[in-house]
């Protein structure tokens, strides 16, 4: 089991940053994957990005060269800096932990406001 606790969201003018955190109840050293997700009203949750255990990095196609994702295994958290905010990339953010052997699991998620 792991508990996850997203924070940092907020409401910003596009073409500004914010910094996402999630915060993580154990190691996150052995957690196969862990990212960010979007979700709109009305709409299915979807990838923003995703960290492997290995250090891999994977980038949904909207947020290339705008976003970076980077976990710090002291402290337990996993980041997402974001900068030159659109307003398409408002919604609410969730944390993801993937672990092969115990399940997934999820934030409470942090709400994100670009406005324009």
């Known amino acids: 089991q792991v508990q996850l606790v997203e924070s940092g969201g907020g409401l910003v003018q596009a073409g500004g940053s914010l910094r996402l955190s999630c915060a993580a109840s154990?190691?996150?050293?052995?957690?196969?994957?862990m990212g960010w997700y979007r979700q709109t009203p009305g709409r299915q949750r979807l990838a923003v990005s995703v960290?492997?255990?290995?250090?891999?990095?994977h980038y949904a196609d909207s947020v290339k060269g705008r976003f970076t994702i980077s976990a710090d295994n002291a402290q337990n958290t996993v980041y997402l800096q974001m900068h030159s905010l659109k307003p398409e990339d408002t919604g609410v953010y969730f944390c993801?932990?993937?672990?092969?052997?115990?399940?997934?699991?999820w934030g409470q998620g942090t709400q994100v406001t670009v406005s324009s």
């Open positions: 993801n932990a993937q672990s092969y052997s115990t399940g997934t699991y």
């Open positions: 154990r190691s996150i050293f052995s957690i196969d994957a």
């Open positions: 960290i492997t255990r290995g250090g891999s990095t």
